[in-house]
């Protein structure tokens, strides 16, 4: 609007010159960018009302000399000495925008008024077209925001049924996902992957929901065959997440984070590199949450020695690299994400379900 207001100002003689809109109410015209004499102090548009309600479908020019009585019997014209004056709508097919406004007051000189309105015809082509453009964008930032708080709330509400099938691991996938983004913040992997990282956590255990609550729930060590069943979730969290699209890019991640860099973790024995950025990110991040948080059958351990086994890991149970940096962010740092303090005793081994 200011770059027509002033593209008018330079190809016309006319000094006074704006993009009005209407206002929320009949009578209130806003101005949405003006040059000249058509606001006062208060910021009250000067211009008549008359001549804007004829030109809503058309462009309308006035001349003070002609014949348009409308326009001649306008009290506000007369009062602000309006000579000359032209008003163009600004329309992209049915939608109105505004107008584009313009006139002469007082003894200036005359102008050639249509050609100014050739000009400003052309010029609010373009705005209409610029305005639809913002329109759309703003309707679809809407939908995209929606989207997103539903896909959020979606999400929630699957953590929320995780963590009801058992209630000692409550709270746990938020802490991964928050482990998680700040090991890849640490790593320096970009911030598109810091959030894939943190989204990932999130929904990392999401195919517990298949494993029965007994065996989740159990105080005493897993049979055989139970373990066998919490060691499914990888995979049918990959089969329930599939086919949503937000998360294609993170479904690595949640096949993976239970591979071991040696080859001996689950479900398909991936080693080393051919286990997914996000499953060695999201493994680390899962592995120190289970240490240093409280369950049936041991207590938490505490944060320092946990750091300590993740670096004792390194190369066996997890990405060299990645275990490194995880183990060298300060207690400090990683404190403030666990929930609460928790009974303590000294880690003994790398865990992880």
């Known amino acids: 609007a200011d770059a027509a207001v002033r593209s008018l100002v330079a190809a016309t003689s006319f ?3 704006a993009f009005l809109l209407q206002g929320n109410t009949i009578d209130r015209i806003d101005a949405l960018a003006c040059a000249g004499r058509i606001q006062d102090s208060t ?15 058309r462009a309308y020019v006035y001349h003070r000399e002609s014949s348009n009585a409308p326009i001649l019997a306008s009290e506000s014209v007369l009062r602000m000495d309006i000579q000359e004056a032209a008003c163009i709508p600004v329309k992209t097919g049915a939608t109105f925008h505004g107008w584009l406004y ?7 000189s005359s102008t050639n008024i249509h050609e100014a309105v050739n000009f400003a015809a052309a010029i609010g082509h373009f705005v209409g077209l610029a305005l639809s453009n913002v329109a759309r964008m703003q309707l679809q ?39 998680a983004a700040l090991l890849a913040e ?14 990932c956590g999130l929904v990392h255990d999401i195919g517990k929901i298949g494993v029965p609550e007994e065996i989740l ?41 239970h591979e071991r860099w040696d080859g001996q973790g689950y479900p398909n024995q991936s080693a080393g590199m051919d286990i997914s950025h996000l499953g060695r990110v999201v493994g680390i991040a899962d592995a120190f949450d289970a ?4 369950r049936l059958y041991r207590p938490a351990r505490n944060t320092a020695a946990a750091l300590d086994e993740i670096r004792r890991c390194a190369g066996t149970q997890f990405d060299p690299t990645l275990a490194e940096v995880f183990a060298n962010i300060s207690p400090e740092e990683l404190e403030p994400i666990m929930s609460h303090r928790r009974p303590v005793m000294p880690a003994t081994d790398a865990l992880g379900t």
């Not at 910021?43 to 479908?57: E, H, I, P």
């Open 141 to 179: 930032e809407r939908m995209d925001r929606e989207q997103r708080e539903l896909f959020s709330g979606t999400m929630r509400t699957l953590i929320e049924a995780i963590d009801a099938k058992d209630p000692y691991t409550r709270g746990h996938s938020d802490r991964v996902s928050r482990f």
């Open 15 to 17: 000094s006074n010159v």
């Open 186 to 199: 640490r790593a320096q992997l970009g911030t598109p992957f810091v959030e894939q990282a943190r989204l």
């Open 291 to 294: 240490m240093t948080s409280s």
């Open 102 to 108: 313009l006139d002469r007051r007082g003894a200036s």
């Open 217 to 257: 729930r159990k105080p005493t060590k897993l049979e055989v065959h139970e373990f066998a069943a919490i060691k499914q979730h990888p995979e049918r969290g990959l089969s329930m997440l599939r086919d949503i699209p937000q998360l294609r890019e993170i479904l690595p991640g949640v096949l993976d984070h």
């Open 43 to 57: 910021g009250a548009v000067l211009v008549s009302r008359t001549m804007l309600r004829n030109a809503r479908d």
